[in-house]
């Protein structure tokens, strides 16, 4: 029976989990083994994973996935260094958040996307057009929300903090920000999730390396298991991204979980 919010086990999580992979994959190799699907159109589970391995074996792919990985990261925490501060400011203060709001929240529905052709007239093709892709494209969401967050403080223990002395730069350094910070590395962990979309369509224009450069020249190729291989890499790194900064989430604020 299905309950409504009815919690599950750990191990019937895993279990759950898994089986949905499994499905996945039999309900592929259905299609492409029993003709249904032209392999040159999908390619089957065991011809992606020889493409896969040939790519990682004669083609440099480890190359291609570590410059993935650090334009990533590098556009990331640029986004994070700029946003998180702003955010808190927007938060915390009311005439700040009156300030930038209009315009963070217009920027946040412009697709990073929109941006390329003018990022390669100002920056080139090179390294820096890719890192601010990402940069625009993570920017804006984590002042908002970041923003959102701290504005939603407990008032209490904003006016317990004046009661015993506090002043505003301590309510916002001793109070607002410890009791936001599990929050905010949240919303971190979310949107590094997007900021890997915004890489492979960074990497589609004016690239010779990366994950997304690889799939494009796939699909001049017709090589359907070497782009499937390289979007099941993707989602393997953010898999495991994901699970990284969870941990490192309990391992710093373990009272979130209280």
Do not use: C
């Amino acid at each position: 029976m299905l309950r409504p919010l009815e919690p599950i086990g750990q191990g019937a999580r895993i279990v759950l989990g898994i089986s949905f992979f499994i499905l996945f994959v039999l309900g592929w190799g259905f299609a492409t083994f029993g003709g249904y699907v032209s392999r040159t159109f999908l390619a089957d589970p065991l011809t992606m994973l020889a493409d896969g391995w040939a790519l990682l074996a004669d083609h440099g792919f480890l190359f291609d996935i570590g410059v993935t990985i650090w334009r990533v990261l590098g556009g990331f925490v640029l986004a994070a260094i700029v946003a998180v501060p702003i955010g808190i400011l927007m938060g915390a203060y009311k005439p700040i958040e009156a300030f930038f709001e209009p315009f963070v929240s217009f920027a946040r529905y412009l697709p990073a996307s929109a941006f390329i052709p003018l990022l390669i007239l100002w920056a080139g093709i090179g390294e820096v057009q890719k890192l601010l892709v990402i940069f625009i494209g993570s920017v804006f969401q984590i002042i908002l929300m970041v923003a959102v967050s701290v504005g939603s403080t407990r008032r209490d223990l904003v006016e317990a903090a004046y009661t015993l002395g506090a002043r505003d730069t301590g309510i916002v350094r001793r109070v607002m920000i410890p009791a936001n910070a599990p929050e905010i590395a949240e919303i971190l962990r979310l949107v590094l999730g997007w900021a890997w979309t915004y890489v492979i369509v960074a990497e589609l224009i004016g690239s010779s390396s990366g994950i997304g450069h690889m799939i494009i020249d796939s699909q001049a190729l017709l090589a359907t298991g070497q782009i499937i291989f390289g979007i099941i890499v993707i989602g393997l790194i953010g898999l495991v991204s994901d699970f990284l900064f969870k941990a490192a989430n309990r391992w710093l604020f373990p009272w979130r979980l209280a």
